[in-house]
């Protein structure tokens, strides 16, 4: 923030620094286990009496001394210059206060230069004893080198009491100082035995090369014993939060340890082939084998080290971005291009939208990232993301995937951020238009209001049936739209009919044989373990079929198997379903039409890439499905994708409840509802009704636009009855942490409540069995006080709207009022009154029944009392 940006592109992502620094550190690692080699080396020799052994040192020295002091020497110039103008910042601190401990180390190095010179040059000329104990010189230097750099290095991995005393030496004497010490002098070791085999290999005397070469592999295998203890102390030594960091949360991780345990066994593997001395004429490639290989072992254990900091470069105190965490909250407020002292742009207009998103990518994404580098590409990982998308996951940063930092700076620069890695970066188009939907003509049944002697009303008790079509690798939702009804005997006292008559149901035709759904009956059987066809749903409905009288007085029918494909291709997701009374004599004596919403416009897509699968406006791809398992694997450790590839798709009510789909599940996890609302919620807030529609078919702009009654027409959206993704979110985790799920705790965490003060104001409920109430809102059914109902909910399934009858605990709310998110008047965008079928065709009005004393729908004469409800015999407001 206080320096200029090193802009590398393509050399970005630490990559400079990761090749200087491994290589370096290899080498360090050699000066220090190499000089304990040197002089125990020669004193084995001189107590054997043995000039090979001891000419052997004498060249092993040479090569020690160019490789150490000169190849060494310059590629630690090179760090101090890389780091110096990577994180001058961290570098800044890091002088300031260890200064005299790198006085310390610096002393330390010049004598270690001076005692190797002389020891090298001296070979020969002066007496065994005085040369030995100029080699002790030198290790005992060297040591002292590393055992300083260990405690400044470990020190940026755990500060520990640092962070509140900034005390010099608690800092140095940090938590894993002396398990780091250890591991890292066990490491010295094995790395003199590397490249001791590159000289022993080399000598000529056959038999003087193989004791050499023995030698040799003892010193590359003995540390182990050390080693592995040290290692388990060394991760034993890591803070709670730093542990599961390293081996549960950051995914790149795991190569690493992985990489780290490989190599190990190889080079216990392969130093055992060296100690049998087999086969005798690869000693020599096994040698550079061995020392590429204990590069990479170096590798792996810096970039777990190096990784582990993050999303820190110095833990708990500077962000990788160069930014102090107490400083962070500062940001955000004021703007990271405010504070910062290196830029161009200091605000954001429409004319610099573009440059200014470039310079806040220099300042917060580079210093880890690079553009089309061979480390940390940043393009790979945005490939995927919408610029909708890509402001999510700008905002759930530091969050769940606490390995990155949070985002620094205020939302139009968030928006600028990703408005610029989206266009300029992902080269994508620029926003998509509203859709333009093509209204279809409506049918409307007849109806004679002085003849006909029956109604029907028809309702979905769901409102919107959102499924999933990737059913080639996993079902969050399989198609089945319900369908509930009620036949009433008109009269001045009508009569709710429930015997004698049969209901049955059609879906329209042109929906029966959906080619572009075909994958889903494919599959279905994998999934679900029964024998699903498009005539036969989850409970053997097909598309026409009979309604059965259920308890609560209405004739049901239930999962129908309809998607929204019409045969003749493209999208329409509100197909028409006819139904049709007959008595006992077969006669008609009543029929309507109602709409059965069912959607597949899921906005995975916006952060799982991929296009829409069905008419470039709804259906998911393989591309977003696999990578939504992909995904998954990824954060929780499952192996989904695997499954789904090998024809094992997955239905996600097999571990996560889902009143909608029971299911055999895992108890101790989420339930569906929550474990996926809580997920997406730390990436969701912070807006409004959009954080719903980008995932459900809501939106207005979008090929479904499922908010389509009377409130949508008023103004109000999802969050007026569910509250904000962040409120909505916390009901439904405090139900889960309630009983006894730690998970839910973990997200609920990462989310503050909007519509109270704090969590316990938040009233726990369970998904689908507890919604928001019409009468929190129309008390006594009067004209509403509010326009959000947030944090009231029903008692249970029973006081649900979608089962709820009038007082006279006969006719269903929906009867009069429609489905849930359709109330009456609706304005379907595929008719206007495609959901106004039954009200159009009893009273040639599109609002609810009754409406404007219209109570001769049903009862044929005016009526004086209101019989259903309170207030009810006025005119309509919203008209």
């Known amino acids: 923030m206080n320096y200029p940006v090193w802009q590398l592109d393509f050399a970005g992502g630490g990559l400079l620094i990761a090749v200087i620094a491994t290589v370096h550190v290899y080498v360090s690692h050699f000066a220090v286990g190499g000089g304990l080699f040197l002089v125990l080396t020669e004193m084995m020799g001189i107590r054997k009496n043995d000039p090979g052994i001891v000419e052997y040192v004498h060249r092993h020295s040479r090569f020690f001394l160019l490789l150490t002091m000169v190849f060494g020497a310059v590629t630690g110039v090179a760090i101090w210059i890389t780091i110096a103008l990577l994180s001058p910042a961290a570098t800044s601190v890091l002088i300031h206060h260890f200064v005299?401990?790198?006085?310390?180390?610096?002393?330390?190095?010049?004598?270690?230069?001076?005692?190797?010179?002389?020891?090298?040059?001296?070979?020969?000329?002066?007496?065994?004893?005085?040369?030995?104990?100029?080699?002790?010189?030198?290790?005992?230097?060297?040591?002292?080198?590393?055992?300083?750099?260990?405690?400044?290095?470990?020190?940026?991995?755990?500060?520990?009491?640092?962070?509140?005393?900034?005390?010099?030496?608690?800092?140095?004497?940090?938590?894993?100082?002396?398990?780091?010490?250890?591991?890292?002098?066990?490491?010295?070791?094995?790395?003199?035995?590397?490249?001791?085999?590159?000289?022993?290999?080399?000598?000529?005397?056959?038999?003087?090369?193989?004791?050499?070469?023995?030698?040799?592999?003892?010193?590359?295998?003995?540390?182990?014993?050390?080693?592995?203890?040290?290692?388990?102390w060394y991760r034993a030594a890591l803070p709670p939060e730093l542990f599961d960091m390293i081996f549960h949360i950051a995914p790149a991780m795991r190569v690493f340890i992985r990489g780290f345990v490989i190599v190990s066994a190889l080079i216990i593997f392969f130093g055992l082939l060296t100690i049998i001395g087999r086969p005798r004429a690869a000693m020599r490639p096994l040698a550079f084998i061995l020392l590429a290989i204990g590069l990479i072992y170096m590798g792996t254990f810096e970039f777990t080290r190096e990784g582990g900091r993050r999303p820190y470069i110095l833990r708990n105190y500077m962000y990788s971005n160069a930014i102090l965490k107490k400083d962070l909250p500062r940001i955000q407020k004021a703007g990271v291009l405010k504070s910062a002292r290196w830029v161009t742009h200091r605000s954001i207009t429409d004319d610099n939208h573009s440059q200014a998103g470039r310079e806040i990518f220099g300042l917060l994404c580079l210093p880890c990232h690079s553009l089309g580098?061979?480390?940390?590409?940043?393009?790979?990982?945005?490939?995927?993301?919408?610029?909708?998308?890509?402001?999510?996951?700008?905002?759930?940063?530091?969050?769940?995937?606490?390995?990155?930092?949070?985002?620094?700076?205020?939302?139009?620069?968030?928006a600028a951020l990703a408005d610029f890695l989206s266009r300029e970066i992902n080269k994508l188009p620029e926003k998509e238009a509203a859709r333009v939907l093509t209204e279809e003509p409506v049918d409307i049944p007849p109806f004679d209001p002085e003849k006909d002697e029956y109604i029907l009303a028809a309702w979905s008790r769901t409102g919107m049936r959102n499924i999933s079509d990737a059913g080639r690798y996993f079902s969050l939702m399989p198609p089945g739209t319900d369908l509930s009804a009620q036949l009433i005997k008109r009269g001045e006292t009508p009569e709710i009919v429930t015997e004698g008559v049969t209901l049955h149901y059609e879906i329209e035709p042109g929906f029966e044989n959906p080619s572009d759904h075909v994958a889903f009956w494919d599959t279905a059987n994998a999934i679900f373990g029964v024998s699903l066809t498009r005539n036969s749903g989850l409970s053997g409905n097909g598309m026409r079929g009979n309604m059965t009288l259920k308890p609560d007085g209405a004739y049901s029918v239930s999962q129908i198997p309809v998607v929204p494909y019409p045969d003749r291709g493209g999208y329409q997701p509100y197909p028409r379903i006819t139904i049709k009374a007959t008595n006992q004599g077969g006669d008609l004596i009543a029929v309507t039409r109602v709409v059965a919403p069912v959607s597949t416009e899921m906005g995975c897509k916006n952060c799982h890439g991929g296009p829409w699968r069905v008419d470039g406006r709804a259906g998911m791809s393989d591309e977003t499905a696999l990578d939504i398992l992909k995904t998954h694997d990824k954060i929780s450790r499952t192996d989904l994708y695997r499954k789904a590839k090998s024809g094992k798709p997955v239905r996600c009510q097999d571990c996560h409840s889902d009143s909608n789909l029971p299911a055999k599940n895992t108890p101790d996890r989420l339930n569906l509802s929550a474990a996926i609302h809580g997920f997406h919620a730390t990436f969701l807030s912070g807006k409004d009704a959009e954080s719903c529609t980008a995932c459900h078919p809501g939106s207005p702009s979008g090929s479904t636009r499922s908010l389509r009654g009377i409130h949508q027409a008023i103004g109000l959206d999802c969050t007026s009855c569910h509250g904000s993704m962040e409120d909505h979110t916390l009901s439904l985790l405090k139900a889960e942490q309630k009983s006894g799920k730690k998970r839910a705790a973990m997200l609920a965490r990462h989310l503050t409540p909007r519509a109270v003060d704090s969590m316990k104001e938040i009233h726990p409920r369970r998904p689908w069995d507890q919604?928001?109430?019409?009468?929190?809102?129309?008390?006594?059914?009067?004209?509403?006080?509010?326009?959000?109902?947030?944090?009231?909910?029903?008692?249970?399934?029973?006081?649900?709207?979608?089962?709820?009858?009038?007082?006279?605990?006969?006719?269903?709310?929906?009867?009069?009022?429609?489905?849930?998110?359709?109330?009456?008047?609706?304005?379907?965008?595929?008719?206007?009154?495609?959901?106004?079928?039954?009200p159009m065709q009893y009273q040639k009005m599109p609002l609810p029944l009754g409406a404007n004393r219209n109570c001769k729908v049903c009862h044929t004469v005016d009526m004086e009392d209101e019989m259903h409800h309170p207030n009810m015999l006025r005119e309509f407001r919203n008209e």
């Open 373 to 414: 580098g061979p480390l940390n590409d940043i393009r790979p990982l945005i490939k995927k993301f919408s610029p909708f998308g890509m402001e999510a996951m700008l905002t759930g940063m530091g969050k769940l995937n606490g390995y990155m930092p949070p985002f620094a700076g205020n939302e139009k620069e968030k």
């Open 100 to 232: 005299f401990g790198f006085a310390a180390e610096w002393v330390f190095f010049l004598i270690e230069i001076v005692a190797l010179f002389i020891y090298y040059y001296t070979f020969g000329r002066m007496d065994n004893r005085r040369h030995v104990q100029v080699g002790w010189i030198y290790f005992i230097s060297a040591w002292m080198s590393l055992f300083i750099i260990s405690g400044i290095i470990d020190f940026m991995l755990t500060p520990g009491q640092w962070i509140v005393d900034h005390d010099f030496w608690s800092g140095f004497f940090n938590p894993t100082f002396w398990p780091a010490l250890f591991f890292r002098t066990c490491l010295a070791l094995i790395f003199a035995g590397l490249f001791g085999l590159i000289t022993s290999t080399a000598i000529a005397d056959r038999q003087l090369r193989r004791s050499m070469i023995r030698y040799c592999a003892l010193w590359l295998l003995l540390p182990f014993i050390v080693l592995f203890p040290s290692t388990a």
């Open 771 to 838: 919604e928001p109430d019409c009468l929190n809102c129309h008390i006594d059914f009067e004209e509403p006080d509010t326009d959000t109902t947030f944090n009231t909910w029903t008692e249970g399934k029973e006081a649900l709207y979608r089962n709820r009858t009038e007082e006279s605990e006969q006719i269903f709310c929906a009867v009069c009022h429609n489905s849930p998110h359709a109330i009456y008047p609706t304005e379907n965008p595929y008719g206007r009154n495609r959901d106004n079928i039954q």
